[in-house]
């Protein structure tokens, strides 16, 4: 079945400091999704890309479809202690989403 | 405000004892999803219904199953838990099926189950 490959597994970064991750597939969605979830709760939705090519902004959160639409990337501005969590990829294909296996980001005080 | 309710949000049931996790939802929406989380890993899809529709995933195991008595529902029954079935169960609802924005699924804040 599809996979995705989302890395980097873990992050740790200082407060204020720009944060990049990305997410690859073997094969192409309609669909990218980007969640973060937070200890002990479910997955919230982040940011959603129907294009490819799709440039999409939501405050400090910025992500790409990529053009092939094999791979998508989250970007974090200036980071700050309540981005603490771990971010998913997802890509949807009609009804299904398929995760990736997410990236744990830590935010040294 | 809350939208999508699960109950209870940690549960611990025995070896083989039967279990129920609820899951209700005040979108009136179409269509709901039961995932499976275990530690450190991306939720899995067990099944979703779409109203009345159960459409199970293919390597999701007989042990578990879902009932949906009316659109604000869903249950998950586990018939025998296993040591392997402790995990976080997530809900979801979505309005409608397919790849669009009012499509977004939206997750309660699970249930964690664990088996002793």
Redesign the interface.
């Known amino acids: 079945g599809q996979q995705l490959n989302q890395s980097p597994q873990s992050m740790f970064i200082q407060e204020g400091e720009d944060v990049s991750m990305n997410c690859t597939s073997s094969s192409i969605f309609n669909t990218w999704l980007w969640y973060k979830q937070d200890p002990g709760e479910g997955p919230v939705l982040l940011i959603a890309l129907y294009k490819a090519g799709e440039l999409t902004s939501n405050g400090r959160l910025t992500a790409q479809f990529g053009i092939t639409r094999k791979d998508s990337f989250l970007n974090i501005s200036a980071s700050i202690p309540s981005d603490v969590g771990i971010y998913f990829c997802a890509g949807q294909e009609d009804d299904k989403i398929i995760f990736g296996k997410g990236t744990r980001l830590h935010i040294l005080p | 405000d809350a939208m999508?309710i699960q109950n209870p949000?940690y549960q611990v049931t025995q070896f083989g004892k039967p279990v129920t996790l609820s899951c209700s939802q005040t979108l009136n929406h179409n269509v709901m999803y039961w995932y499976q989380q275990k530690s450190?890993?991306?939720?899995?899809?067990l099944f979703?219904y779409y109203d009345k529709d159960f459409n199970n995933e293919a390597d999701t195991p007989d042990n578990f199953q879902s009932r949906r008595p009316n659109t604000s529902f869903c249950f998950l029954d586990i018939r025998s838990p296993g040591l392997g079935d402790a995990a976080m169960y997530?809900c979801?609802t979505s309005r409608d099926?397919?790849?669009?924005?009012y499509n977004?699924?939206?997750?309660?804040?699970?249930t964690?189950l664990t088996v002793l």
């Open positions: 999508v949000r450190s890993q991306a939720p899995k899809l979703h997530l979801a099926l397919g790849t669009r924005s977004e699924q939206f997750f309660g804040p699970g964690r």
